[in-house]
């Protein structure tokens, strides 16, 4: 069975940052495409970032926070991360990592195309 177990959230005053992490257990998790997800109270889960199983997959990032947040993976360690600069109070929510396995290189940006979920983290963002 396939884990994924977030940390790194908290609460933060805005303008500052926060890096999250995501540890997966399994033996494949090279194989597998990420992504980051939130979800704040009355709507809807969002795609953040996300990003392909290999170098060329490339990743991807929700037009509210390109050039303030990056994702990033370390194969060594069964870890993704999400940096997390100049954050917003509206950026308040729960933050979900997501995996899918044997999805080619690419990376997915609807929460359909994943298969296993973490718990989530909250992040609460103070003005």
């Known amino acids: 069975q396939v884990q994924l177990v977030e940390s790194g959230g908290g609460l933060v005053q805005a303008g500052g940052s926060l890096r999250l992490s995501c540890a997966v257990s399994?033996?494949?998790?090279?194989?597998?495409?990420m992504g980051w997800f939130r979800q704040a109270p009355g709507k809807e889960r969002e795609i953040v970032a996300a990003?392909?199983?290999?170098?060329?997959?490339?990743?991807y990032y929700a037009e509210s926070v390109k050039g303030r947040f990056t994702i990033s993976r370390d194969n060594a360690k069964n870890t993704v991360y999400l940096q997390m600069n100049s954050l917003k109070p509206e950026e308040t929510a729960v933050y979900y990592c997501?995996?899918?396995?044997?999805?080619?290189?690419?990376?997915?940006?609807?929460?359909?195309?994943?298969?296993?979920w973490g718990q989530g983290t909250q992040v609460t963002v103070s003005s």
């Open positions: 399994s033996r494949a998790y090279s194989d597998a495409a």
């Open positions: 997501a995996a899918r396995f044997l999805g080619g290189h690419s990376y997915y940006v609807s929460s359909l195309d994943y298969t296993y």
């Open positions: 990003i392909g199983a290999t170098v060329g997959g490339g990743t």
